[in-house]
């Protein structure tokens, strides 16, 4: 009876051994991509609005510069029209008003045609390129905001493997659910760690 309790001993305490660090390291690693996942969240939400307010600043100075420029399009219209009608009445008047277009309504004259297509563009330049700007902050906001769920589901993941390799360590060897639990430990944590490199890679 000695003697097979001393044989059997070893191979229990081998058992235990093993069993203790294929718990604790899922329990370590599980908790670590937990919290590295909910890090990483929390860096794509900063992130993500930091562009959505970059976005809306963009959207802003656009709004801004394009009342500017109806103003300025007014002004060369009111100026314009002064010089026709003018021009052979009152010489100095015409040239006052001459002289008070805007670069990019006296290029449009000097291509040919006041007021083209080309002097619409260059008076919306500005606006036009804001408004592209709040654009592209809006696209990469969503983009992150994308990366955020991603991470979280990564985080839920780990969370719930943690929950089973935890339950797992308060159970005994001989109790089949400690056997299955850890089983469910190792595949979340094979799923989570691929979901977060997924998300960190997109």
Do not use: C, H
């Not at 044989?7 to 203790?20: G, K, L, V």
């Not at 009445?89 to 449009?108: I, P, R, T």
């Amino acid at each position: 009876m000695t003697t097979e309790t001393k044989t059997a001993n070893p191979s229990a305490a081998r058992r235990d051994f093993i069993w203790n660090f294929l718990l604790g390291f899922l329990i370590s690693a599980l908790s670590v991509l937990t919290a590295a996942s909910n890090y990483m969240a929390f860096q794509s939400e900063k992130t993500s609005d930091d562009l959505q307010s970059e976005g809306d600043r963009s959207l802003a100075l656009s709004n801004t510069d394009y009342t500017r420029a109806n103003q300025f399009i007014i002004l060369d219209y009111t100026m314009y029209d002064g010089e026709y009608i003018q021009r052979g009445v009152d010489d100095f008047a015409a040239d006052y008003y001459k002289n008070n277009f805007s670069q990019s309504l006296q290029s449009s004259i000097d291509r040919g045609s006041a007021f083209d297509d080309q002097y619409y563009n260059d008076m919306y330049a500005a606006s036009d390129q804001s408004f592209q700007s709040a654009l592209d902050s809006f696209e990469a906001a969503n983009a992150e905001k994308d990366r955020e769920g991603g991470y979280q589901l990564a985080m839920l993941v780990a969370s719930v493997g943690l929950a089973f390799a935890a339950y797992a360590s308060l159970l005994n060897n001989a109790n089949f659910i400690r056997a299955v639990f850890t089983l469910l430990s190792l595949a979340l944590l094979g799923l989570g760690s691929l979901q977060l490199l997924i998300t960190w890679a997109s």
